[in-house]
């Protein structure tokens, strides 16, 4: 009982960060944001999907996708098929040639709905092709990929490429995928009204449930003897190979695993911000995606939500005071902590700060029982022992 | 004037001053708080002296190259407003906001607009897409944005005036043209791979086909910022249109007009009309690479009338003489103009009787000349053909009557 509690929240100190997290995101941003700015961190933390998915393939497995923004998209889209085709209705769009198909089908001379569309208008089907088809195209990029020995560097220009031609493939098919534009004007989930501020807010705090819920599938597989193989497929690919595991399906699965982790966030992205376009497919966001996991620390599942909040909060931030000049503020944000945190926030974290609380915590260690539970409380210290802080030393010892 | 009265009061000596600013304050809490209860009873951001707008347009990123130059007219028109008494004796402020050339952060741009600065109305947008993810946002906060770009049509917000020229006004005009000036028979249409090229080359090819008799003998679509158009003077070689028809966006434009010039498709010979070049993109392509080539435009900055010479006079004052002036950049300056005569018009900010106000408005100071606002929210406008000197501007060589904007062309879809 004991064991399986620990695998889920990584120990006690694991536990302690993930509390930590779960009240910020839960409690604090909730009562202090109001409903404007509280969407607008809601939206950043469906990049965290991503970047949690990016820990484990990228930090843990060694995988360097450059193409999650397939995966985002592709469950961002399916969800957006589903609002499409609600909002679409014949009644509200009478004005069409054809009325009950897609405003923009209408545009391009599309008289029906392509088949394709058609099993979007169940939620169930949508609920299921959400996580689905990505993983389903994951596995076949993985088995095309992995199976033939295919990795590192090539393995991230594939995903680079895949992620450039899916754009190209959206945008090019508009009549049948909203083109460049998209698709917009998402109006009402099974008849709820999903642009309301209480909306906005229900919808805020399933994110932040399903995110927590994902970080703790991503410890599940971590604590678990997967995890332990993933780390060392990382250091040693034939050294495990040699000891009889088959290599490219435990790189297939985790591969897997981290696009259904980047749809959910892409379908939650759609359904929080109200459309979805081949924006968020191509190259650039999926590199902007691994820098949210670069910053957070790639060996950190929870470090990874952090970078993502803080990386969108800078863009945000900066972008409001210095409409001119932010990206050049982001771009030395992202040179910084390459040259100076090369493992992030949580690598800054265990390097720096939890050593200063270590410091502070001796001394009460002698003092009574009764104070000692006090310190105890805080933020995970050394995170000895816990998950995140094993690999954070052995990345160090790595050339 | 409230403004006015409360400034000339702090050179007067301390004392008096106090009394008279305590006596101003009195007056301005009787006359103009009631006044600004007035002029806006939908919680927006107009103080007794201030009023605020929203500029949302692309000031980094692919598109930053394009909404500069709308990004500075709508500056322009606002200064121009502001020294000559504001609105409704309120001073316009501008907060600035970067759509980074990303669509949504259009959208979380306007979301912070029109929720958090709650501005009285929004000066933004470029591109289609951009307009397209923001929309949803003005329809809900009931924002008023003036979009000043030449689009595709096939919508109609109440929230949104359209300041620039929807597809059948740019297009119908200057087909009819070709075909009477030049006796085309024949075209050739191509274009960038989006929705405005894709649409406004379905609206050319009924006109052609069903209006002007003529014949479409090829159409193509290239990817946004395509450079490689060997394959495309090749065809245009083989079937000879008498008429290319091109809209062609962004950078791809440099590389077209030169690979065309290069494969010796030159003025001289083919006839070619565009939609999409404006004095703007002739910076980066180079008027000798493509002149005597013509463009479809409801502005050109040759454009010979009093209004134009001073909007020229005062651009070149304010941001250089070199800057120049294309169609959408004026659109742009329209779009404050517009908005001062609507709220004076209603004599409220309140975006439900501005709208009511804008329709059938009538604006003779535009440079473009006379403009007047149709039910619809479009503006009529006259459409005119440039054809293009080496010198980077054009020369008009023809006009058209008022043309009634027709966002939604029956027989056309």
């Known amino acids: ?399 | 004037m409230d403004s006015k009265l409360t400034g000339s009061s702090r050179r007067l000596p301390r004392r008096l001053a106090q009394g008279a600013a305590a006596l101003s304050m009195l007056a301005m809490s009787i006359f103009a708080s009631t006044a600004s209860a007035e002029v806006n009873t939908t919680g927006l951001a107009v103080t007794d002296t201030e009023v605020v707008v929203g500029q949302l347009h692309s000031a980094t990123g692919t598109m930053a190259i394009s909404e500069t130059g709308s990004i500075q007219a709508e500056r322009l028109a606002i200064e121009q407003i502001n020294a000559s008494g504001g609105i409704l004796g309120r001073q316009i402020k501008v907060i600035q906001e970067d759509g980074a050339s990303d669509w949504p952060t259009f959208a979380e741009k306007a979301k912070k607009l029109l929720e958090r600065d709650k501005v009285a109305a929004v000066f933004g947008c470029w591109t289609s897409a951009s307009r397209k993810a923001v929309l949803p946002i003005f329809e809900r906060e009931n924002g008023l944005l003036y979009y000043p770009t030449f689009y595709e049509g096939l919508e109609q917000s109440k929230n949104v005036v359209y300041t620039g020229q929807e597809a059948t006004q740019q297009i119908l005009a200057g087909l009819d043209w070709v075909a009477k000036e030049k006796g085309a028979k024949t075209f050739y249409l191509l274009g960038s791979d989006y929705i405005w090229p894709r649409t406004s080359m379905k609206i050319a090819r009924k006109h052609i086909e069903n209006v002007l008799g003529g014949k479409v003998v090829g159409e193509e679509y290239y990817p946004l910022g395509n450079t490689q158009f060997g394959s495309l003077t090749n065809k245009i070689k083989l079937r000879k249109p008498d008429v290319i028809f091109a809209a062609v966006v962004g950078g791809s434009n440099v590389a077209f007009y030169k690979q065309l010039k290069a494969a010796g498709i030159t003025a001289d010979k083919q006839t070619l009309l565009t939609l999409s070049v404006t004095e703007d993109e002739l910076l980066g392509i180079g008027g000798e690479n493509m002149a005597g080539f013509y463009a479809s435009m409801k502005y050109f900055q040759s454009l010979d009338n009093p209004n134009n010479a001073e909007f020229v006079k005062a651009f070149k004052a304010k941001y250089g003489s070199d800057a120049v002036i294309g169609d959408v950049t004026q659109a742009a300056y329209l779009g404050p103009w517009l908005w001062k005569a609507a709220v004076e018009k209603a004599g409220s900010f309140d975006v439900d009787k501005v709208v009511a106000a804008s329709a059938g408005l009538e604006l003779d100071t535009a440079p473009e000349g006379y403009v007047k606002v149709h039910e619809n929210q479009h503006l009529w406008s006259k459409t005119r053909i440039g054809q293009v000197q080496a010198d980077g501007q054009f020369s008009v060589v023809y006009e058209s009557d008022l043309i009634e904007p027709n966002p939604f062309p029956k027989g056309y879809q």
């Open chain 1, 1 to 399: 009982m004991n064991s399986t509690l620990d695998k889920f929240f990584g120990g006690k100190q694991g536990g302690i960060g993930l509390l930590v997290l779960a009240a910020l995101i839960l409690v604090v941003f909730p009562l202090a944001l109001d409903s404007f700015r509280l969407n607008m961190v809601g939206k950043y933390l469906t990049y965290a999907f991503v970047a949690v998915g990016l820990v484990l393939c990228w930090g843990y497995g060694g995988i360097l996708s450059l193409g999650q923004g397939i995966f985002f998209g592709l469950g961002g889209y399916c969800m957006a098929m589903f609002l499409k085709l609600e909002a679409s209705d014949p009644e509200s769009t009478k004005i069409q040639s054809t009325p009950g198909i897609p405003d923009f089908m209408d545009w391009n001379q599309i008289t029906e709905l392509p088949l394709f569309w058609q099993p979007f208008q169940s939620f169930g089907f949508t609920l299921l092709a959400v996580v689905a088809v990505p993983a389903i195209l994951a596995l076949v990029i993985g088995m095309a990929m992995f199976k033939r020995r295919v990795g590192d560097v090539y393995f991230s220009i594939v995903t680079q490429a895949i992620a450039a031609i899916l754009t190209i493939l959206i945008i090019g098919q508009q009549g049948l995928t909203g083109g460049v534009n998209g698709i917009t004007d998402l109006k009402t989930l099974l008849g709820w009204d999903i642009r309301t501020d209480e909306a906005k807010i229900i919808l805020y705090f399933v994110n932040a449930a399903l995110l927590l819920g994902c970080i703790l599938i991503g410890r599940f597989i971590l604590a678990s003897k997967l995890g332990r193989l993933l780390m060392a497929m990382r250091d040693k690919e034939e050294r495990v190979r040699f000891s009889g595991y088959d290599v490219a399906s435990f790189k297939i699965f985790v591969f897997c695993v981290a696009a259904s982790f980047s749809a959910i966030g892409g379908a939650m992205f759609t359904l929080q911000v109200g459309f979805m376009s081949p924006s968020f497919v191509g190259i650039v966001p999926s590199i902007e995606m691994v820098i949210f996991a670069a910053v957070g620390g790639r060996m950190s599942l929870l470090g990874a939500v952090y970078g993502a909040l803080l990386v969108n909060y800078g863009k945000t931030v900066f972008s409001e005071s210095f409409p001119e000049l932010w990206l050049y503020f982001m771009g030395g944000l992202f040179i910084a902590v390459v040259m100076y945190f090369p493992n992030g926030l949580a690598g800054l974290w265990h390097s720096h700060a939890s050593k200063w609380l270590a410091r502070l915590r001796l001394p009460s260690r002698r003092q009574p029982p009764a104070a000692a539970a006090q310190p105890a409380e805080q933020p995970p210290a050394s995170g000895a022992g816990t998950i995140d802080a094993v690999p954070a030393k052995q990345l160090e010892s790595t050339p």
